[in-house]
């Protein structure tokens, strides 16, 4: 079974200053997909950046960008120029994609999360 | 707008006093799923749905009960609730079920509380 460990549990910067936060897999897939999701104090979860494994280009989002390095299985978050609406609880999580209706669904596993407070 | 909508956003409740859940979304989405949130757990899912009337047990499916009747409704059901169901709950949903690389869409979430 695939597993998502983010040894982070809460970190905290300055605002302006740039900030990664850690999360590593294990799984025996070649093809699976990466997301980073934001869960801001309203609980919302909102998908900010998505990696697919066999890309070996780092995906970006405007000051959201990841470090992936599949041999040693970690997919750390980037934030640069952090901004107060950056604070937030941040889920790294992992999905293998399925091969047909007998195999069943894919369902995203996630990390513990990280809480990440941005200050003035 | 798609989206993904859950009933009721704040509820508490007693243990042993049955209570549903609801769950609807506007995408004709052929997959859903529910999730618990628990602080130091992350998000672990409960039931999932591969369709209408296929529904089948997730990570942590003790205590609920789910049904898919409908393509656009996924209800989570707690028979009997307890103080250790006590947790944030999502219900989520993407196109297909084994589209992993696809969006998944998440309700607003759902904060239980069972005294």
């Known amino acids: 079974a695939q597993t998502v460990t983010q040894s982070q549990p809460e970190m905290s910067v300055q605002e302006a200053e740039t900030v990664t936060l850690s999360c590593t897999y294990d799984?025996?897939?070649?093809?699976?997909?990466l997301f980073w999701y934001k869960q801001p104090p309203s609980r919302q979860m909102i998908l900010v950046i998505r990696q697919e494994a066999y890309k070996q280009q780092n995906a970006t989002e405007n000051r959201f960008s990841v470090n992936f390095q599949k041999a040693a299985k970690s997919f750390s978050l980037k934030i640069s120029d952090s901004q107060l609406g950056d604070t937030a609880m941040y889920f790294c999580a992992f999905m293998k994609p399925g091969l047909g209706w007998l195999q069943g669904a894919q369902k995203l596993v996630f990390g513990q999360g990280t809480r990440l407070t941005i200050n003035p | 707008e798609a989206q993904v909508t859950q009933n009721p956003r704040y509820l508490i409740t007693v243990t042993g006093k049955k209570l549903t859940v609801t769950c609807s979304q506007n995408?004709?989405?052929?997959?859903m799923s529910w999730y618990r949130q628990d602080p130091g757990l992350g998000l672990r899912q409960i039931y999932y749905?591969?369709?209408?009337?296929?529904?089948d047990k997730g990570d942590v499916p003790e205590g609920y009960k789910v049904s898919r009747k409908e393509k656009r409704n996924f209800p989570l059901i707690l028979e009997s609730p307890s103080p250790n169901q006590t947790s944030l709950y999502f219900c989520?949903?993407?196109?297909?079920?084994?589209?992993?690389?696809?969006?998944?869409?998440f309700g607003p979430g759902t904060r239980l509380l069972v005294l």
């Open positions: 749905s591969m369709n209408v009337e296929v529904t």
């Open positions: 995408m004709n989405h052929e997959y």
């Open positions: 799984t025996s897939e070649n093809n699976y997909y």
């Open positions: 989520a949903s993407r196109e297909t079920p084994q589209g992993a690389g696809e969006t998944q869409y």
